[in-house]
């Protein structure tokens, strides 16, 4: 039976209320082009369970899967390996099926677990204190300028052009309903970072400048004295993370004078998982804390004496008055965080770093081999295990025709940058410790058939 409580006279005087003269109206900020004026052609109006299962199925076969051939994709998701008993530890019934730990004295181990996530993230971020996990980097990064907004009483914003394209576009999402004001730019095919740029930008309206570390051409900068011009001005440096492994072997934004650090946890643990779910990562210094979105897992003693776990700060609307809400974010990827934890555990600081020692090794050897072909630039003079290459051709259609050879070689900037003709001959590749001699020969010789 249908439940339909309202009646048109109901859904009439609450459309007056909102200022909407009809449904329509509360969809008015989707672009037109991506709005549906019917059923989607092709689709059947319904089948049957096994009709789908087999229809979906043969859609699956149709893709490339990563585990099957070379692969070289990076730019915020990576291939590395998870041990088989990340998965057993997140299968196990209390974790797979457990719901926010509203009640801590029968939610102690996801407390706990939460508790040692952020223990990890603050460590390696390189800050006093970290969220319980939000729901990935890009919206992560975003939160972090609001909350820049909130601590400065300032709306300006400079990002670098050295962050994720797809988590710029996040933020001039949400900033369109926001008082909020951001300067973006294109980044370059050039070895050196904007970050002269983004010092001379700074003045008395900003509130934060936002860099990637390493950044979507892979490279690497001392994030200092981007962090003193900050500082000097009242403002704040968020760095955004979208390969924690990297944190392994070089320092953290932390360490470098940041005072946000967010990003993508999912290199350790999570799997690519055609896009998600993933898990954001959130950590800051600790006079910001109240000003933190999401919730926080604090280590107490009950009334034995005995060590416990609570949610110790709330800061999202469901949990106080919305108008004091730090955040309208009403979740977080708690099941992908024990993964990213289960998986950090499983390493430990010294597996970490030689995780991480053993991706740039192969890194470097991929970088060297790839830039001996003809014709072939490698733009990086510095990264950890992704790289940027010119190629004397246009990057994306020669991605699609490694594809052709059984070889996803990269990301080409012509896919990220579609309007901006200097990157057109761009590819990104990412060279983790899947990647074997055999991969990085297959990729060789096509990009050399390719870019004669």
């Known amino acids: 039976m249908r439940y339909l409580p309202l009646s048109d006279a109901d859904r009439s005087e609450m459309l007056r209320v909102v200022g909407a003269s009809s449904i329509d109206d509360l969809f008015r900020d989707v672009p037109e082009a991506a709005r549906l004026s019917g059923p989607i052609e092709g689709l059947p109006m319904h089948a049957s369970e096994m009709a789908v299962e087999r229809h979906m199925t043969a859609l699956s076969r149709k893709n490339m899967v990563a585990g099957d051939v070379p692969f070289f994709l990076g730019c915020g998701a990576y291939k590395h390996h998870i041990p088989a008993s990340v998965d057993h530890i997140i299968q196990r019934g209390e974790f797979l099926t457990s719901y926010t730990p509203y009640q801590p004295e029968i939610a102690q181990g996801t407390l706990q677990m939460m508790f040692e996530f952020q223990s990890q993230v603050a460590r390696l971020f390189g800050c006093e ?15 972090a300028i609001v909350m820049a907004h909130r601590i400065t009483r300032r709306n300006k914003t400079i990002i670098s052009s050295g962050v994720h394209p797809h988590y710029v576009s996040v933020a001039k999402t949400m900033a369109k309903f926001t008082e909020d004001r951001l300067e973006t730019a294109f980044p370059e095919l050039d070895a050196e970072t904007d970050a002269a740029r983004l010092i001379a930008s700074i003045d ?57 650090v967010v990003g993508e946890g999912q290199s350790i643990g999570v ?53 004091k809400a730090t955040s309208n974010i009403c979740t977080s990827s708690v099941l992908c965080a024990l993964a990213f934890t289960a998986h950090l555990t499983l390493l430990g600081e010294k597996g970490l770093r030689q995780l991480a020692s053993l991706n740039h090794a192969r890194a470097r050897e991929a970088a060297d081999r790839l830039s001996a072909i003809p014709g072939v630039e490698l733009v990086n003079d510095s990264f950890f295990n992704e790289f940027t290459l010119k190629l004397p051709v246009e990057a994306r259609p020669a991605v699609h025709a490694m594809v ?32 074997t001699d055999e991969d990085v020969a297959a990729l060789e010789t096509a990009l050399k058939e390719i870019a004669r």
């Not at 970290?130 to 975003?142: E, F, R």
């Not at 011009?229 to 360490?255: F, M």
């Open 129 to 143: 204190v970290a969220n319980a996990s939000m729901y990935d980097g890009s919206t992560a990064m975003w939160e």
């Open 204 to 260: 008395d309206e900003t509130n934060a400048v936002v860099v990637q570390y390493p950044d979507i051409l892979g490279r690497i900068t001392d994030l200092t004295p981007i962090a003193e011009a900050a500082h000097a001005a009242g403002a704040l440096l968020i760095a955004v993370v979208t390969e924690p492994v990297a944190l392994g072997l070089i320092k953290s934004p932390g360490e470098m004078g940041a005072d946000i």
């Open 271 to 323: 799997g690519l998982q055609f896009g998600g779910p993933y898990v954001g990562l959130f950590a800051c210094r600790e006079k910001h804390v109240r000003q933190m979105p999401g919730r926080l897992a604090g280590e107490t003693v009950d009334a034995e004496g005995k060590r416990g776990f609570v949610l110790t700060l709330s800061t999202r609307e469901q949990h106080i008055r919305r108008e």
């Open 404 to 435: 052709e050879k059984g070889v996803l070689g990269g990301v080409s900037l012509g896919r990220l940058y579609p309007a901006v003709e200097v990157l057109q001959n761009g590819l990104v590749v990412a060279v983790t410790e899947t990647v």
